[in-house]
């Protein structure tokens, strides 16, 4: 197996998760959540929807490349950032615990991590 498949089944395992997050934001918490951590929460889908997009994208590049590394780090970057970002979202919306707010950036700065590396593999790609 191309070890670049696990991302493809990561990306593909936290797309049906955002979907179904989605759902049952809109479903059963609607009614349970203020408006203000319904927001939130819809952030957290918003964020792990696109990512999980992003994962897929660096499973089928890493399977055409000759040089996998950037790609490889992109990947773990993005699953990481949807583990810290969306996770620490998910859990503030339902417990309300504000703490958990301060594990929320280090997931932003995973994605932004994850974009910079598959933008340099991009770079390198072209060269």
Do not use: E
């Not at 810290?84 to 932004?112: E, I, K, M, N, Q």
């Amino acid at each position: 197996m191309n070890p670049f498949q696990h991302f493809i089944g990561i990306g593909a395992i936290n797309g049906l998760l955002a979907v179904a997050f989605g759902a049952f934001a809109a479903h059963a918490l609607k009614g349970l959540l203020s408006d203000g951590l319904l927001a939130v929460f819809n952030t957290a889908v918003d964020y792990q929807a696109i990512h999980a997009l992003a994962l897929l994208a660096v499973g089928l590049l890493g399977q055409q490349t000759r040089d996998p590394r950037l790609l490889r780090w992109s990947g773990w970057a993005f699953a990481t950032g949807i583990l810290l970002f969306s996770g620490s979202l998910y859990l503030l919306a339902l417990t309300d615990a504000r703490w958990l707010g301060a594990v929320t950036p280090l997931g932003g700065t995973a994605f932004l991590i994850g974009w910079g590396f598959l933008a340099w593999h991009a770079y390198r790609s072209a060269a």
